[in-house]
């Protein structure tokens, strides 16, 4: 066990440099570079002279494996460079960007899972009756609605008959608790309905396919109480694939909360990306897409141990 | 008098008519055991229909508009009202249905089966296939969908074969994943051991004994998948890197133009919205029903 922890957390690294050699490969082919970019951005057609000399300063006219070895070392050391664009640290931005997104994923998590299971449970349980044909119809209705667009009705809506607007900027939740909480609250709440949506369904075909196992006939055979028998006996064998969907729906959940921060104007590093990618700002999408590809592996990590745990029959050897 | 296996042979050999209506009330039997996949299988229908037929279905030209009509309501000649443009809002919804299936099923096709073949190979092969298989989707996995397919359009570039390619990386190792624990489970089987001890290669197991006893979960990852890409494509083409103009895409019709005119024409927002949430519904409820009737363990029960 513990050296299968050891192996997968070394394991993190080749893929991180796999990754980051594909992602830093990529942003090298594509026509146009990020002098080029920041030059003619400005309105101006770039001056032969000029380019030359941004591009040295960026460092752009080194050999590509003397740039890519140098950002890599840089990374190595926690010295993530600056924006192309703005010139930000980005080691600051990400400080100050990731707690925000991660808090709204996690928010989302939170409510979906709490709300999510039972639901499926209950569906399950009283399969094919109108409860269970209502409750799947509400939660997959929530499921199919894009986020975006609920995060535009509510816009919409708040304006048109409540005279509300969702709060902009954002604060730290150490700094002001319910001011964030406010802010945060309509990204991860749709979040949140759409994860729900994914995790019920998950629970009640699982549940469903635990409840017709020979051992769930054996336990009420031998006369345990219904609740004993889906409690015990059929959950703790139908939430394996819950779990490994959580653990990918909480990278889903990181990623879903791009489209909000956009629309609820919350810099978070979703966001961020998106800008990134669409003003050529190498150097911040490079060490964005690494440093965020660790911490996913880290969680898929947790994931897997977290079957062993659920599942017995699992080993890792 | 006619026996009854008399009548039953007359009703067998019956004329083509009569076997129509014997398929069209098996069918009703089946709607009215399963509404909500009826309900679904009718929506994929009509939006199959709609997208195969959009050239002549939609009323009037997707891209042309006329400033005298620009941002009218619902009515006789615009049933779903005029953009910003004066473009009819129906005929690009119609049309928009068109390029969402296209991208929708292609990428289903390619990233999902591929990424649940993978899985199953590696899970049941273990050993280093099954680690370098692994380390390529946790490479491919380490980003969440849409910021995957974000960088992948934006480093390839505007376009729908693109767009298609970026989307089905992304199902891809998700694919993989949930094939990949399925198969941890379903390897222990004593069916699988039994299969091994009478010298059945690998290929042959895992073709013969394990795919076909791991169909259900890959219907439901297939059917939600569909519904899936349509949301991501829609996404990718609200933020503005999706499908290109000329085509009208759902999620492009609600970015920009629509949001500055939200609070006067509210259906702008409205319509796009709701028919992506329709198409996505119809895929879930089919695909859930379909996992309700073809997986042998549930039959009957």
Known sequence: MRKYVIRRLLLIFPTALLLSLLIFGLLRVVPGDAALMLLTDEGSK????????????????????????????????????????????????ILQRLPLTLQIALMAQFMSLLIGVPIGIISAVRRNTWL??????????????????????????????????????????????????????????????????????????????????????????????????????????ALIPVVTLTGLSFAGLLGGTVVLEFIFGIPGIGSWLVQSIQTHDYSVVQSLVVVLAVTFMLINLLVDLFYGWLDPRISYS | MASPTVARTIAVEGSVFQRILRRLSQAARLARRQPLGAVGLLICLIALFAGALAPWVDRYDMNEGSAAERLQGFGISHWFGTDEQGRDVYSRIVNGTRISLYIAFFSIALGTSSGYLLGIVSGYLGGWVDMILQRIMDALLALPAILLALAIVAVLGAGVDKLIFAISITFCPRAARISYGVVLSLKENVYVDAARVIGASPMRIIFRHILPNSLAPYLILASVGLGGAILLEASLSFLGLGVPPPHPSWGRMLSGAAQQHALGAPWLVIVPGAAIMVLVLGFNFFGDTMRDLWDPKLRGR
């Open chain 1, 46 to 93: 770039a001056d032969p002279e000029v380019l030359k000399a941004l591009r040295h300063r960026l460092g752009l006219d080194r050999p590509l494996h003397v740039q890519y070895v140098t950002w890599l070392w840089d990374m190595v050391r926690g010295n993530f460079g600056e924006s192309l664009v703005s010139r930000v640290s980005i080691g600051d931005q």
């Open chain 1, 132 to 237: 269970d044909y209502a409750l799947r119809v509400v939660s997959i209705l929530f499921l199919t609605a894009p986020t975006f667009w609920v995060g535009l009705l509510i816009v919409l809506v708040g304006a048109i008959w409540f005279n509300y607007s969702p709060p902009i900027g954002y604060n730290l939740i150490w700094d002001k608790p319910i001011e964030n909480i406010l802010q945060l609250m309509w990204p991860a709440i749709i979040l949140a309905s759409h994860g729900l949506a994914t995790t019920a369904r998950m629970t009640r075909s699982t549940m469903l396919e635990v409840m017709g196992e020979d051992y769930i006939r054996t336990a009420r055979a031998k006369g345990l109480r219904e609740s004993i028998v889906v409690f015990r006996h059929a959950l703790k064998n």
